[in-house]
């Protein structure tokens, strides 16, 4: 190369920038410009432009152009296999003509109404995936010499270069429209039902500490919502486009919630073999969820505190305190006061986790929502199993404003789901219900029973209650109850409740 050394590590200065530029995310229009501008330069060129493919017209249109008839250039559009730009683009090829005014391709026009005198040019397409995409062409040298074989391989690299950008923000915008289909699905799936002043109340105020990072403890019953108002409350705040990070406490044993809420290091033991981020670290600037908060055992509470109060923790078999910005939501439906009055819950972990405090209210007393809740799940299957027809019978929905609901939204869903698969596909009758064979009030017990034989009674109650509550799901109930499987096994047996 004939350039100048002052010259050669300007242009490198120059290649830098774009490949670093091209490879962040980064304005497209600006980057291209650069991309544009630093080949003009590099190359000394009068004037050059990057057109790109409209597939859906067939049509080339300026995206960027250089050079002092610049704002005029940019208004045109050309045909695809039109002038030498429309000729590069279908063809696929790179071109060098050293004199337009002999070339039958050349299509004049442009640089007559601009007024721009054109002898010379170079054009090359711009690929993406083996598909041409638009061009990137020169003008004639400042100096008036010729366009070089060489100046269409160092033009090739600016193309390339500019189609990796180009690219590049093409899947960021198709990975950003990606994003937010999933995510009005999933606020589609994770919408807290009910018009219930009850519900209403319980809305406002998660809408109220949302944009706080108060701590904020949800209480109430199982099946009433309370990992859905978690999600509202993070979604309705700033840090919705953080991560929401969710961990059940109740799931894992000590060693492992450990190692799930703070990451280990690389070798921290036996296993470790590759550094683990933690669910604290991942949810830095967002949200983390702690559902069944009671079921932490104190020595990790005591590792939660330490967390809380300082706003810092370390990896397991790590020694680097690491800062992180987080908002706790946490939940439970242990009476938590209880807990805390009888030593199984730490008071001053529990008012950090307190600070505001949120009670889901049970099924019964927001039974004006049942219709809602109802109509909003038989709607989902519909959708879900292309059931268009499917419908509640009046009865049916009577039947089920009589129930009270132990298992609450949870079991209502349930319930109606069961009808769905058991019913006819059609219109869902009181008895598709599995619900209401389950007599739910105790209605075996009289006087003149032994007290063995009451309890006996209560006892096989109350596990066809949790059976029905978990859909049937044996080692769920069993841990409800707090007894063991196998117990709860027998038991079935005992009370010959096998079909549930
Ligand atoms: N208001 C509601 N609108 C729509 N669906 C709801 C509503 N409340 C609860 N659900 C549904 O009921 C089920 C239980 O809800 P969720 O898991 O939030 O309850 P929970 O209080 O966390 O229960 P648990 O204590 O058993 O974990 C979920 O499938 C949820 O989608
Ligand atoms: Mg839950």
């Known amino acids: 190369m004939d350039t100048q050394p002052n010259n050669t590590e300007t242009s490198i200065e120059d290649l830098k920038e774009i490949t670093s530029t091209v490879s962040s995310p980064h304005e497209l229009d600006q980057l ?33 152009a250089t050079g002092e008839k610049k704002k005029d250039v940019i208004k045109y559009e050309v045909e695809m296999g039109q002038g030498i730009a429309g000729y590069v683009a279908s063809k696929g090829d790179p071109l060098l003509i050293p004199d337009v005014s002999k070339d039958p391709r050349w299509h004049k026009e442009i640089s007559e109404s601009i007024g721009f005198e054109t002898q010379s040019i170079a054009c090359v397409p711009m690929k993406l995936k083996g598909e041409t995409i638009g061009v990137v062409e020169i003008i004639d ?60 109340k319980v809305v406002s105020d998660a809408i109220k500490v949302a944009n706080s990072k108060t701590s904020t403890l949800i209480l109430g019953e199982s099946g009433t919502g309370k990992e859905l108002l978690a999600r509202l409350i993070h979604r309705a705040g700033n840090r919705k486009d953080k991560p929401l990070v969710i961990l059940n406490c109740a799931a894992l044993p000590e060693t492992l919630l450990e190692d799930e809420l703070f990451g280990h290091e690389k070798g921290a033991y036996t296993g470790a073999l590759g550094k683990k981020i933690g669910k604290f670290e991942l949810a830095d600037q967002g949200t983390i969820f702690l559902d069944e908060i009671c079921e932490m055992s104190t020595n990790m509470q005591a590792k939660l505190l330490r967390v809380l109060q300082e706003g810092v923790f370390y990896r397991v078999g790590g020694n680097e305190a690491i800062a992180v910005d987080v908002r706790v939501i946490s939940a439970t439906n242990r009476k938590v ?91 869902i009758k009181p008895e598709d219900l599995p619900i209401f064979d389950a007599k739910p009030k105790y209605p075996g017990l009289q006087v003149g029973l032994t007290l063995e034989e009451a309890i006996n009674r209560f006892k096989r109650e109350f596990i066809i209650m949790n059976l029905n509550h978990t859909g049937g799901n044996r080692s769920k109930a069993a841990k409800m109850m707090q007894i063991q499987r196998t117990y709860l096994s027998r038991l079935i047996s005992k009370y010959s409740l096998k079909d549930i």
């Open 32 to 64: 291209l410009e650069l991309t544009i501008e630093t080949a003009t330069r590099m190359m000394d060129a009068k004037a050059s432009s990057l057109l790109l493919v409209d597939p859906k017209k067939n049509k080339l249109y300026f995206k960027v």
């Open 337 to 427: 006061s209880e807990e805390v009055a009888e030593g199984r819950f730490r008071e001053d972990l529990y008012y950090r986790l307190n600070v505001v405090q949120i009670q889901m209210p049970p099924m019964r007393e927001r039974m004006e929502d049942i219709p809602l809740l109802a109509e909003f799940f038989i709607d989902k299957y519909r959708k879900e199993r292309g059931l268009m027809n499917l419908k509640l019978a009046k009865e049916t929905l009577d039947k089920m404003m009589q129930y009270d609901w132990p298992g609450n939204v949870r079991e209502l869903q349930n319930a109606l789901e069961r009808a769905v698969v058991m019913g006819n596909s059609k219109e």
């Open 141 to 200: 040298k400042a100096d008036g010499s010729a366009i070089q074989e060489d100046d269409i391989k160092m033009l090739m690299v600016f193309a390339e270069l500019a189609a990796v950008a180009i690219g590049n923000a093409r899947s960021l915008a198709s990975a950003k429209i990606e994003v937010n289909t999933l995510k009005k699905e999933l606020d589609l799936k994770y919408q807290l039902v009910g018009e219930s002043q009850t519900l209403k």
